[in-house]
Nanobody, 119 residues
């Protein structure tokens, strides 16, 4: 069974920084694209940042220039660094990955980690 587990969320003051981590574990043989999504109360889940298996990246406009997504394929991990945090970054952040097992290839989600930006 494949699992994604996020960590690194918490309460941060405006202007601060945060690094989220997500580790994939279980029985699989390849991870394709990985991404971070977020969902604030009363809103739809939105894509924050994406990293392909080739290392290509893209970001939602609201975090572009102050966010970096990276991955460590040897450790099956993906990271999201967000700087200059704003109150509007407050949300539950979810890790997502397209993972191939022996029987299938599908998209997996973590349980989410809360990020609150407030003074």
């Amino acid at each position: 069974q494949v699992q994604l587990v996020e960590s690194g969320g918490g309460l941060v003051q405006p202007g601060g920084s945060l690094r989220l981590s997500c580790e994939a574990s279980g029985s699989f043989f390849r991870i394709y694209a990985m991404a971070w999504y977020r969902q604030a109360p009363g809103t739809q889940r939105e894509l924050v940042a994406f990293i392909g298996s080739d290392g290509s990246t893209r970001y939602v406009d609201s975090v572009k220039g102050r966010s970096t997504i990276s991955r460590d394929n040897a450790k099956n991990m993906v990271y999201l660094q967000i700087n200059s945090l704003k109150p509007e970054d407050t949300a539950v952040y979810y890790c997502n990955a397209d993972i191939a097992t022996v029987t299938s290839a599908m998209s997996y989600w973590g349980q989410g980690t809360q990020v609150t930006v407030s003074s």
